[in-house]
């Protein structure tokens, strides 16, 4: 589903964010990408969703060369791949629900979808019942949940989570991953880049560890360090 | 095809966004309202100005001094051929009676005409022309025309008049333009800080696949809608000041050379509508498109 071939990327600042990166990420899966800060991980999850273009190899998502893909065509891409941030990024002057429903409207959804599908997000991530607040008036955990619907809301393929548990407490961290298994039960493809150990030896599911924008090491139901456990 | 519901959509966008930003929306109207009034006040005055000087230049005549010998048939040939020429607006024949009868009404009391016995005034025809600017080639045209003695059209004085036209309409052109390209400027960069303050939620838009019109055209509405409010409130403004103002300026400074009341008014609010549309709409369009990202 999402095939990585000698994937390079040097910022025009000359960082390289990534080396030679080859991965292949079948549909279903659910991989955590591992590291500590600067090695990588968003960079690679922003390549999936075009938000950078490599420098070098090319990217495939569901046989589709994202380097063939032109400027008119990210938007449709990106209404396949959810994204969900550390920060939230959450329309602040909109309530939970027109945070959701944008996601919905912006693909051209009529009313009576947007009626019938924002509430059945909001009910899955269980925020329904802060559907009119604004992100301000929420927490930590549950503005990542109305940021976790907005992404759910179109029905993705695949779900990006950078640091998704990076601003939340362990409890609430351990809630949202909780969430994020569920979703990936259900059949999307979940890539969560992570430095949150306790959740990634927790749950033992594909590790990917980037070192200096390169794979060191690619495990299933591996932990987050070697030779643990 | 036009997708109502799309446009629903924006216009919805639209006003949540002014509802909830208010004292953005507020500024942005309030610059807008204050860069129309300012150039209101010029286009009007200028208005007047062109006004007053048309009715100035517009009063030069040139009148021909016929000789005496020239016969009637001759006159009516010279009439009707002025009549005809397309640059002369009318032509109003004076014969040297009517003329004296004329002299004799404005000196009564002043002076005693009956002491002269003959009547040494000439037939005159008046020519008004079309355009003032025609006078003095249709003069030396006139002249050259048989049993013409003189013509009179205040050869030096009309030139300067003309002159003076010229530079002061060229002056006042050149006022408005460059008012125009500022007033335009201070709009354009108070809806581009307002967009500005926006372009985290462009960016968020884009993220969750809105394309590139989808950010774009509720901005491009709120700027139509924005332009127009504002230049709606400079207008009413300017109405305010207008229906105060210009009957007391034209009891208590009549020596001032504006003609306030045969301005079109109601064309120049539908001129500053128009800029403040336009204004608002391209302004908004090139911010946003500063913020759009295509990677």
């Known amino acids: 589903m999402i095939v990585f071939r000698d994937v390079s990327l040097v910022y025009p600042n000359g960082v390289h964010a990534l080396s030679d990166v080859s991965l292949s990420i079948t549909r279903g899966d659910f991989m955590f990408l591992v590291g500590s800060t600067g090695q990588g991980k968003t960079s690679l999850l922003k390549c999936i969703n075009r938000e950078v273009r490599p420098t070098e190899g090319e990217i495939t998502v569901e046989g589709q060369s994202l380097a063939e893909l032109r400027a008119g065509d990210i938007p449709f891409l990106r209404r396949k791949v959810g994204v969900v941030f550390q920060d939230f990024k959450l329309l602040h002057q909109k309530t939970v629900w027109e945070n959701v429903a944008y996601a919905l409207q912006v693909t051209g959804a009529g009313s009576r979808d947007v009626l019938r599908r924002v509430p059945r997000t909001l009910e899955l991530v269980g925020i329904a019942h802060k559907s009119k607040m604004f992100p301000q008036e929420l927490s930590g955990g549950e503005q990542q949940r109305a940021a976790i619907a907005r992404a759910l809301v179109n029905h993705p393929l695949i779900l990006l989570c950078d640091e998704p548990t990076g601003n939340l407490d362990p409890e609430t961290s351990s809630e949202i991953m909780a969430l994020l298994a569920r979703i990936n039960a259900k059949g999307t493809t979940m890539l969560v880049a992570t430095h949150n150990q306790a959740v990634v030896d927790r ?23 070697v030779g643990l456990g | 095809m036009l997708d109502w519901g799309k446009v629903a959509f924006f216009w919805a966008e639209v006003a949540q966004n002014f509802t909830r930003n208010v004292a953005m929306a507020l500024t942005a109207i309030g610059t807008i309202a204050i860069s129309i009034v300012l150039l209101g006040v010029f286009l009007f005055l200028r208005a007047s100005f062109d006004t007053v000087m048309k009715s100035v230049v517009g009063q030069v005549v040139i009148a021909a001094y016929l000789r005496d010998d ?13 009549q005809a020429d397309p640059r002369v607006d009318s032509v109003r024949f004076v ?41 003095p080639p249709l003069a030396a045209e006139i002249k050259r025309q048989p049993g013409v003695d003189i013509v009179n059209y205040g050869s030096g ?38 967009v500005f303050a926006r372009q985290r939620e462009i960016r968020i ?14 901005f491009v509405f709120e700027g139509v809608l924005t332009g127009a409010i504002g230049a709606l409130i400079g207008i009413a403004a300017l109405f305010a000041a207008y229906r105060s ?51």
């Open chain 1, 203 to 225: 749950m033992r599911k594909r590790v990917v560890r980037l070192v200096n924008g390169r794979i060191t090491r690619d495990e299933e139901r591996g932990r987050y360090h």
């Open chain 2, 70 to 82: 020239l016969k009637q048939p001759a006159i009516h040939h010279l009439t009707a051929m002025l």
């Open chain 2, 95 to 135: 014969s040297k009676k009517r003329a004296m009868m004329n002299l004799r009404q404005r000196l009564r009391g002043q002076m005693n005409l009956n002491v002269i016995n003959t009547n040494p005034l000439p037939n005159t025809i008046v020519v008004h022309p079309v355009d003032p600017a025609n006078v």
């Open chain 2, 157 to 194: 004085v009309t030139e300067k008049l003309l002159r003076a036209e010229a530079v002061f309409s060229a002056v006042g052109l050149s006022i408005i333009v460059m008012l125009l390209i500022a007033t335009s400027l201070i709009m354009y960069n108070t809806i581009r800080l307002t």
């Open chain 2, 205 to 218: 838009m884009q993220l969750v696949g809105a394309t590139r019109w989808t950010v774009r055209w509720p």
């Open chain 2, 245 to 295: 103002l210009v009957p007391k300026l034209a009891v208590n400074v009549p020596f001032v050379p504006f003609s306030m009341s045969s301005v079109p008014v109601q064309h120049l609010a539908l001129e500053l509508v128009v800029v403040g549309i336009l204004v608002g709409m391209l302004s908004s369009m090139l911010s946003v498109s500063r913020y759009l990202q295509t990677a």
